[in-house]
């Protein structure tokens, strides 16, 4: 099956760690972008990748950090510095073409302890 | 900085009505608009694409109009269902070589049997 995963499902954090949120297609998009949703809200863009080995910052990178070694993977580190992780982050994917629809993963739900 | 309006932000109607939902945008230099389908809990599903030299898209029972100089777009729904219950977000593309999408917070539908 063609698609994106998001693991995992649901993430807790303790104070002061980082965590790394999973993102996997098999689609040979070549883009690929990072959301934040928080409760009653529209989804804000943190970071995109237009190609491997480069990616840019989106709305509301501060706290997060992603790497893009690989055509199918995206992952993305909640760290310390985010005083504010608890929401839900969605992970997208586009063919190439600006005219193209994004296809997104099913999110990872991100609790602080 | 494009910021996009959906109204109403929650409706209840019974089942069998026709509805409109509506989205504002303030940039009108887009490239094309996107409206979704989320489910709660979930990742989004992809309705419709309209492009910006496009007026209207049709699938199924629903029908996405647009009309970029003064920054709407419409989403009708035919003949509502329980199942069209969700939230549905409308998201204009930015007019970079990106494929950014700029998100409202959405409109959340409940269709009663």
């Known amino acids: 099956d063609g698609g994106i995963t998001q693991s995992p499902k649901y993430l807790f954090r303790k104070e002061g760690q980082n965590v790394t949120l999973s993102c996997e297609q098999n689609?040979?998009?070549?883009?690929m972008y990072w959301y934040r949703q928080d409760p009653g809200q529209g989804l804000r863009l943190i970071y995109y990748?237009?190609?491997?080995?480069?990616?840019q910052k989106g709305d509301i990178a501060e706290g997060y950090s992603v790497s893009r070694e690989k055509k199918e993977s995206f992952p993305l580190t909640v760290t310390s510095a985010q005083k504010n992780p608890t929401a839900f982050y969605l992970c997208?994917?586009?063919?190439?073409?600006?005219?193209?629809?994004?296809?997104f993963g099913p999110g990872t739900r991100l609790l602080v302890l | 900085k494009q910021e996009v309006t959906q109204i109403p932000a929650a409706l209840s109607v019974p089942e069998g009505e026709n509805l409109v939902l509506n989205c504002s945008f303030t940039?009108?230099?887009?490239?094309?608009l996107q409206w979704f389908r989320q489910d709660p809990g979930k990742g989004l599903t992809s309705l419709l694409l309209?492009?910006?030299?496009?007026r209207e898209q049709t699938s199924g029972r629903l029908n996405a109009s647009l009309d970029k100089s003064s920054g709407r777009s419409t989403l009708y729904i035919a003949a509502s269902q329980p199942g069209d219950s969700a939230t549905y977000l409308c998201?204009?593309?930015?007019?970079?070589?990106?494929?950014?999408?700029?998100f409202g917070q959405g409109t959340t539908l409940q269709v009663k049997p």
């Open positions: 997208a994917s586009r063919p190439e073409g600006l005219g193209e629809t994004q296809y």
């Open positions: 689609l040979n998009h070549d883009a």
């Open positions: 990748s237009q190609i491997v080995n480069d990616f």
């Open positions: 940039d009108s230099a887009i490239y094309n």
């Open positions: 309209i492009q910006s030299s496009q």
């Open positions: 998201a204009p593309g930015d007019s970079s070589n990106t494929g950014k999408l700029i």
